[in-house]
């Protein structure tokens, strides 16, 4: 059973920082590919930031270098580190697991989803 717990979340200021954590249960025999989505009322879910393998990242074009996804294994967690937020970045920001291959950016082709945690930026 896979489970995917975010918290983190809240509300800060144009320019501030927050960084979001996942915590996981995962078979632990496996090797997951973990992601951040976020989605704003009206759009659709979109990529924020993948880890996968021995540690590859890819970020949604939208990040330029603001955001930070890390992982650490002692505390299952995985982590999305946001400097510079801007009201643009105001979402339900989720994090998602898979154990194969899924095709990112796309959200359908990850298997896990934790509840979401708002992420909200005022200017």
């Known amino acids: 059973h896979v489970q995917l717990v975010e918290s983190g979340g809240g509300s800060v200021q144009d320019g501030g920082s927050l960084r979001l954590s996942c915590k996981f249960s995962v078979d632990t025999n496996s090797r997951y590919c973990m992601a951040w989505f976020r989605q704003a009322p009206g759009k659709e879910r979109e990529g924020v930031a993948v880890?996968?393998?021995?540690?590859?990242?890819y970020y949604g074009d939208f990040v330029k270098g603001r955001f930070t996804i890390s992982l650490d294994n002692a505390k299952s967690t995985v982590y999305l580190h946001m400097t510079n937020l801007n009201p643009e970045d105001t979402a339900m920001y989720f994090c998602?697991?898979?154990?194969?291959?899924?095709?990112?950016?796309?959200?359908?082709?990850?298997?896990?989803w934790g509840q979401g945690t708002q992420v909200t930026v005022s200017s």
């Open positions: 998602a697991g898979d154990r194969g291959e899924p095709r990112w950016p796309t959200a359908s082709t990850f298997a896990y």
């Open positions: 880890l996968i393998g021995h540690g590859t990242t």
